[in-house]
């Protein structure tokens, strides 16, 4: 008789802080298999992987694909914001699996569209109905920062790499010229991820801050917090300067990938947004593209709620290379 075990697949998703591992059949994950590890615990993903598969029982899996928090070249996966590098050698070793895969953790996410709830995704801004197999955009903005193309292929689902959080800061106004050199300040380069980010919203707290004679800094948290109750001016000045920010930035990153099919926004600081992104002119943002205002019209944008799906977005990703 068949294992069982052997026919489901290993996931997971290695932020800077925290692992999440499950077990998936084809591109369902099984919620009841869902853990998570704290990094600082351990030396590197195998002694994660290893103590996952240890608590579901020292089960076998078939496949194992895992989404990374920072760039994947060659096979080889260096993160971010964590002293880890990740390879297929070491993946196959850790699980004993057969196939196995790594992908950006945006790029899962981009695997992940029409492996999700629909519940979990919550319309910003309706736009005309999508052409067959048009392309999408994936938007994270968290950590970090990153977007990712999603083309529909004959051969499948096609989510290149992307490290869009390094390209240079869009400086157009006073305000965002005065950014730039306050980023600058402490760093060689004002790069998109230094402002649209969770320690980015800390930077423009801090550059407001300092603009009114009066420096203070904030964790990210609590500037979201007192914009909310508005105790404090400068931290809904923060979000808002953020919020216009994200909506230039999208604009500029969909006139790049025309993605007719949809944006689609990601991650915890995009969830935080949300509820100002109306509030503080996300979408006039997105459109002020002068002459060009129109046709920013054809694009919908779209917020994934689900924390989970760069797990759905593996399982969807490791099926479709066990089924080539």
Same mark, same amino acid.
């Given at each position: 008789?068949?294992?069982?075990?052997?026919?489901?697949?290993?996931?997971?998703?290695?932020?800077?802080?925290?692992?999440?591992?499950?077990?998936? $059949?084809?591109?369902?994950?099984?919620?009841?298999?869902?853990?998570?590890?704290? $990094?600082?615990?351990?030396? @590197?993903?195998?002694?994660?992987?290893?103590?996952?598969?240890?608590?579901?029982?020292?089960?076998?899996?078939?496949?194992?694909?895992?989404?990374?928090?920072?760039?994947?070249?060659?096979?080889?996966?260096?993160?971010? $914001?964590?002293?880890?590098?990740?390879?297929?050698?070491?993946?196959?070793?850790?699980?004993?699996?057969?196939?196995?895969?790594?992908?950006?953790?945006?790029?899962?996410?981009?695997?992940?569209?029409?492996?999700?709830?629909?519940?979990?995704?919550?319309?910003?801004?309706?736009?005309?109905?999508?052409?067959?197999?048009?392309?999408?955009?994936?938007?994270?903005?968290?950590?970090?920062?990153?977007?990712?193309?999603?083309?529909?292929?004959?051969?499948?689902?096609?989510?290149?790499?992307?490290?869009?959080?390094?390209?240079?800061?869009?400086?157009?106004?006073?305000?965002?010229?005065?950014?730039?050199?306050?980023?600058?300040?402490?760093?060689?380069?004002?790069?998109?991820?230094?402002?649209?980010?969770?320690? &980015?919203?800390?930077?423009?707290?801090?550059?407001?801050?300092?603009?009114?004679?009066?420096?203070?800094?904030?964790?990210?948290?609590?500037?979201?917090?007192?914009?909310?109750? &508005?105790?404090?001016?400068?931290?809904?000045?923060?979000?808002?300067?953020?919020?216009?920010?994200? @909506?230039?930035?999208?604009?500029?990153?969909?006139?790049?990938?025309?993605?007719?099919?949809?944006?689609?926004?990601?991650?915890?600081?995009?969830?935080?947004?949300?509820?100002?992104?109306?509030?503080?002119? =996300?979408?006039?943002?997105?459109?002020?593209? @002068?002459?060009?205002?129109?046709?920013?019209?054809?694009?919908?944008?779209?917020?994934?709620?689900?924390? =989970?799906?760069?797990?759905?977005?593996?399982?969807?990703?490791?099926?479709?290379?066990?089924?080539?």
């Amino acid at each position: 008789m068949t294992n069982p075990a052997k026919t489901l697949s290993l996931v997971a998703d290695i932020g800077g802080t925290n692992t999440r591992c499950a077990l998936a $059949n084809g591109c369902h994950v099984l919620p009841k298999t869902i853990r998570k590890y704290s $990094n600082a615990q351990y030396t @590197g993903l195998a002694d994660v992987l290893r103590g996952y598969l240890a608590d579901e029982g020292n089960m076998v899996p078939q496949a194992a694909c895992v989404a990374v928090a920072g760039p994947v070249h060659d096979g080889v996966a260096t993160m971010t $914001n964590l002293d880890w590098t990740i390879d297929r050698d070491t993946l196959m070793a850790a699980t004993k699996a057969q196939t196995v895969a790594i992908l950006n953790d945006l790029q899962a996410q981009g695997h992940a569209l029409g492996h999700l709830n629909v519940g979990s995704i919550q319309s910003i801004v309706e736009g005309p109905a999508a052409p067959p197999n048009a392309v999408r955009l994936i938007v994270g903005v968290g950590t970090g920062f990153n977007a990712v193309s999603v083309f529909e292929t004959e051969n499948g689902r096609f989510v290149p790499p992307s490290e869009s959080g390094h390209a240079s800061l869009p400086t157009r106004t006073e305000q965002e010229f005065r950014l730039g050199r306050f980023v600058s300040s402490s760093q060689d380069f004002p790069a998109v991820e230094d402002v649209l980010s969770g320690r &980015g919203l800390e930077r423009v707290y801090a550059f407001l801050s300092e603009e009114t004679g009066t420096p203070a800094k904030k964790p990210a948290q609590d500037i979201m917090s007192a914009c909310k109750t &508005g105790e404090d001016e400068c931290a809904r000045d923060a979000v808002n300067l953020f919020v216009r920010t994200l @909506g230039a930035v999208c604009g500029d990153l969909s006139l790049t990938h025309l993605p007719f099919g949809g944006i689609y926004l990601v991650g915890g600081v995009s969830r935080a947004m949300a509820p100002y992104l109306s509030e503080f002119g =996300f979408v006039e943002a997105f459109q002020d593209k @002068g002459r060009f205002a129109p046709f920013m019209t054809k694009f919908s944008i779209s917020l994934i709620e689900d924390d =989970f799906a760069a797990l759905a977005g593996a399982a969807s990703h490791i099926k479709h290379l066990n089924d080539i």
